[in-house]
């Protein structure tokens, strides 16, 4: 009699951690498995995901030695300092023409990268085509106005630019919240984060009265672009700046078949396309001379935001300097770790540099005073190495542009 009784209570246990872990099981494998992401090929953990078409006919072509405008001396050290710290890719535009471009780890031009935070800037040029394309008014519409269930809630009042300068208010995530059925885990590794992200997020400040970088409020970005434009994010994403760019495509992860993608990561796309993206903002969102952002675009992204001076809307700005900027605010539990944040050497060399920041050194830097785009992809420095040195290239590239006017740009350009 006590060996069924045994039996049943071990049946009924068993039962209830059958019902409780099986929908869930999605979930428990994301979050025990995703430290797969942090190496080359990583890209193939995430899944499902969707096809995001690109438009590209022909790679840039590295100009000839004698024709670049760069030194070899510095292009040579940048070179050398990617090398050394487990870069993927390097290319550096200068003048309109390809100066350098070099891939590692087995990775080719028409390869993958991981983007990292990168996608958070593309995000923000995606929500610009919008407001050009008419799907969006302007950026001090209410995101509600796109997202109706908001509507009536405490989430009403936060505006498209409050995304955009990551005041938003919703509640960022304290590193020790317990995983993997902590909120923090389930808004980003969950099959339905996106209704954990709708239903379940609070709000933590009035928007838009202070700043918290975080993935929570990037992930409002794609919500905001599929219900302005009724289009698939992907989709959107596709015809309004990677066709357009004459761009490579690649793809992006969405939680499930059918479901969202995130705004903050999780976009797969190859290093030339990020150099188009720095190209085109270069240009002030011009291609092949016509306008794809509105006019003022460039100007208004690139104004400090009110509560965090190195950014503006969806984009990292050089200026003022800082040895450390941290991403998150400075009491964030996030920091409490050893050398947080991005470590500069030195200040930048141009006032006007600003960069897609995708962390671990994930960069493009864009220097419209010195028409320069450098991109870089890869991961942190191996353990007993220095840690990454956010200001070396784009200083070292600088220190060796060539004062020459003997070749016109417009001669060497390679964008018509």
Known sequence: MIKIVIFAATAVVLLAASV?????????ERHYTQAE??????YAWYNPTEVIAGGHTDFFQVVPVGFRTVSSDAIEAA????????SESLLIWHRGALQFSEYWMGLGPGDVVNSRSMHKMVGGLLIARAIADGYIASVDDTVAQYIPQWRDTAKNTITIRNVLQMSSGLRWFSIRDQPPFGLSSRRYLDPYWDDILLDEIPMSFKPGTEYDYSDTTADVMPHIIQGATGKRYSEYLSEAL??????QGGFIWVNRMGGMPHGGCCLMLPPETWLRFGIFLLHGGRWNGEQFLPDSWRAEMLKPSANKEQFGMMIWLGHPY???RLYH???SPINQVPKPGVYNSEPFLADDIFMFDGAE???VYIVPSEDLVIVRTGFR???DASEWDNTFLPNTIMRGIKQIDAEPANELSQIP
Request: charged content about 25%; glycine content about 4%; hydrophobic content about 35%.
């Open 361 to 363: 050194g994930r960069m």
């Open 242 to 247: 990677i066709k357009p760019l004459q761009a």
């Open 37 to 42: 992401t942090n190496q080359p090929n990583g």
């Open 329 to 331: 605010r400075p009491e």
């Open 20 to 28: 409780f872990l099986f929908p869930n099981r999605v979930l428990i």
């Open 79 to 86: 070179r050398d300092y990617a090398v050394r710290n487990r």
């Open 322 to 324: 800082l040895e450390r």
């Open 381 to 383: 420095p191996a353990p």
